[in-house]
């Protein structure tokens, strides 16, 4: 079994979407980071997911802001990794079911639009003449030339494999097991293959965020959310776009009305041809099963929107553990209470679309002492913080 | 829709399922036996056109009773079962014929979904006319149709003469019986076999049968390619050298038809969705499912009986299906007879008897390294996504030690199949080609559903 380096430049810890993209950039801006994972890469929630790059799916405001930059970064990384990672800019449609969706789109798509998205409601024929397959249940929909999907597994191995050839160390099998500290401040990270010193460690542990930062005395309010995933057979083009559902972004920000209201939809026709429908949302603890009642909610949902689905087989489901936070924003950036220790974790379910922005403002971070965005809508600190009464208040613990 | 309660549901009607239903049946108990297949009997009773008594086989002449007998009960009404899943809250859910699902609620379960034929990939395996020896049987026995007018039969293992002689019983011309294990390993297997005459008369049956039909026998031989532009025309075969040095000599046969097999792997996905611990035991076929002494797996309620917990064979099946159906008439509380102690005794004896056959079997069928280091790079290794020998040395070599890893990197077992044919021969040669143990390789995890079903039947009475 290789032992760990003895010291390194930075340890970044995880190697889903976000660590690979951390330790990429790092490396890209000169440095030498090893990347410790407990499984294999992309063995978390980013092996585990969709691929979709939706725009129309980000708060407006600033969480857009960021996945605009993040879509322009995925575009031009392209060219920068040995592995190609099927990025489509297919265009998105978000279907819309009945008057109440409706009306609650018209606001939605117009505070995108002031954040400078390139959106539109379409009526129903419209939506069905942009994409045949969908049903008469759908009254009219949101359209984005912009959404695009992606592979999200082989965008974290391009990822990966870019900063390996850039001097990042990246070691599989490798699980951190503690930390060691001086002065309150990170000096060695201890792994089941050894003891690595250094001053810089980034926790892009995903859902298992708050087991790691426990060992600090941490409580990052993560909580792992499960998202089971149907995969079907592979099919001649069935959708010409990716798709969600009006409901899946309400359900998105607000768990009360996951609970309360049916399925919501998420459908993307990958390269292969294989259909990846999703997903659920719900709060499982650490259980990666799929149930009974998750696959048929799903199937129900989707033969609901596009019926030639209904005569398609299911060779396979999933569920992947998305890292939800209160506020649906990720937490990036420092933890002044233990110097050297970097979060870059909680994206939900925006990781893969977030996943370049977010690597290239905590390299920045790391290297300059600052980045180029202002992360403080982000600070990891935000909800121990007086204003975090605010969230408790709306009531969307788990 | 509903689930439907019941006492236990049998999940798999062959020798195991069948042998274990009779006996829950006896006690009382509501049992649902439930197979993809249109007949009860499994793989040991499948495809006989003519109506038999199953020879000189007693597990066959066994299995073939209790299938008649399953008929006329009530257990087994509905054929054409396949189960999908086996849930946390104990659900479990198939789906039928028509696409309609299956929802029950037993207090226990059996699993005894039986096990597959383990393939070996070569240069032209994917050509047509290269079949599965189990495919070929099928053809004789359930269609009468001869699976080519000159067939090499090749690889390892008891099946492979089985399917020779049927075949050459429907008077077909089979060319040859190359079979990879050599006389060491066949002469442990007669050794255990001493103590079971029938099975070692079926043998020698088969052997006269082959001899008469001027089918060559050879042993220590092996594949390593099949040419032809269209289809198979021809079968080059070289000679294994003692302690895997490499031999050239080599067999050609004209032939337009290729069987092979490699021993069977157990069907784990049902046992593995349902979140039953595996072990990995070498003399059992590989990754099995771990069981107690009275055949419990690490869920309790959740019984294994049959080639799932090591393959064995038929009498290992039958002998088993019992003893887990013991198992769980105990685990329900249900009240045993007096006879029933001395009767699990027998029944453990047995079962002892046909593990040590079990073991004869898994080292006739164990695949040399040399075949795996042999395969050539352009060989198709993943047939459902097309990835080559070469493309898993490249990924193994950049990092990708395990299944997992190769999965994400190459697709490889992410198609229809979902590495069912693929995962056992990838499973051998990273071991090979990583020099890791391969009870530190898990096989590829299932999860529901572990068989296709339609969106249809999953949406079914459900609203959106
Ligand atoms: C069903 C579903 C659908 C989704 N769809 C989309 C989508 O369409 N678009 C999108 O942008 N996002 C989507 N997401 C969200 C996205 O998958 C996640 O936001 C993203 O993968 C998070 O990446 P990560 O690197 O933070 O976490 P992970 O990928 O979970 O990585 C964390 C890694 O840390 C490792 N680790 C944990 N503990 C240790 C330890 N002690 N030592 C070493 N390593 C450790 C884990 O093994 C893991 O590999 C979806 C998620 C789900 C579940
Ligand atoms: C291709 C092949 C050919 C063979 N030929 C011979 C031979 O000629 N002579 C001989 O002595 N032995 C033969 N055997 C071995 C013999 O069949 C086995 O030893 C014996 O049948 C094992 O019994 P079992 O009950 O454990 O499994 P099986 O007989 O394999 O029965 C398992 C049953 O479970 C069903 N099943 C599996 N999964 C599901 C699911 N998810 N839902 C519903 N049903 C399911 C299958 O349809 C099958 O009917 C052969 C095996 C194979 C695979």
Redesign the interface.
Known sequence: MKRAPATADAVVIGCGVIGASVAFHLALAGLRPVVCER?????GSS?ACDGLVFLQSKKPGLHLHLALESQRRLEALRAMVPLDYEYLRCGGLVAIGDEAEHEAMRRYVAAQRDSGLDVRLVNGPEARRLEPALSE?VIAAAYSPLDAQINP?RLT?ALAAGARQRGAR?M??TAVTGFECQAGAICAVATTRGTIRTRTVVLATGADTPRLAALLGLDPPIRPRRGQL?V???QRQILRHCLISARYIAVKYDPALAARS??SVSMEQTA?GNLL?GSTREFAGY?R????DG???I???????VPV???????????GLRPWTPDGLPLLGPVPAVPGLVLAAGHEGDGIALSAVTGALIAELIVNGRPRIDLNDFDPMRFSAPASAEAAANGVSP | MDTEPCDVAVCGAGPAGLAAAAVLGRAGLDVRLLDENPLPGGQLLRRSRKPTRGGLDPARRQGLRLAARSKGQNFYGKPLQRVIGIFADGEVLAVDAGHRLVRLRPRAAILATGARERYLPFAGWTLPGVMGAGAAQILVKAHGILPARRLVVAGAGPLLYAAAAETAAARGRVLAVLDQAGWREHWHLALALCRQPTKMLQGAAYLIRLQAAGCRVRCGWRVVRAEGRERAQRVVAVRSAPRGRPSNETMVFSADGLAIGWGLVPNLELAQQAGCRLVHDEHRGGWVVDTDAALQTSRPGIFAAGEVTGIGGGAKALVEGELAAFGVIDYLGSRLGGQVAARRRWLNHRRRRELSLGRALAAVTRVPPEALAGIPDDTVVCRCEDVTMGDIRRAVFSGADSLSALKKTLRLGMGICQGRTCGPVVLDLLALLTRQSPATLPPFGARAPIKPVTLGALAEGRSP
Request: charged share 15%; glycine share 4%; with cysteine.
């Open positions: 499984a294999d890469l992309a063995a092996g249940a597994m191995l990246i599989p099998r149907l079907t057979a592979p049916g399925q292969r429908l259980d099963n799929t149930t009974v696959i048929q909610a199937a129900a949902a989707c033969t609901h929107i689905l209904k005569q398609v087989q299911v060779i396979r489901a999933f569920a």
